[in-house]
């Protein structure tokens, strides 16, 4: 049998390997908080962007574009296809 199967099940310090499983993100996880990428108005700002875009590409497309009934349909619609 195993040196790691005769280990109890709660001792994780048993494992041959365990720093192979187990490390560190930081130099000390302990210390590091995670820090901000992003500040709330560049967030606000970003999704005011992406529907002023929406918006816009669909107004473009269905009103400017787009000649009769069934292609401002299509074409609206195909403009939020690749939007997701």
Do not use: N
């Amino acid at each position: 049998m195993r040196k790691a199967a005769s280990a109890q099940s709660g001792d994780a310090l048993s494992l041959p390997q365990r720093h192979l499983l187990v490390r560190a993100v930081h130099a000390d996880a302990r210390q590091g908080q995670p820090r901000q990428v992003m500040s709330v108005a560049a967030k606000l700002l970003a999704a005011l962007a992406v529907v002023a875009t929406l918006l816009v590409g669909v107004w473009f497309w269905s009103g400017v574009v787009a000649p009769g009934y069934w292609s401002t349909i299509v074409l609206g619609a195909l403009w939020f296809v690749p939007a997701p």
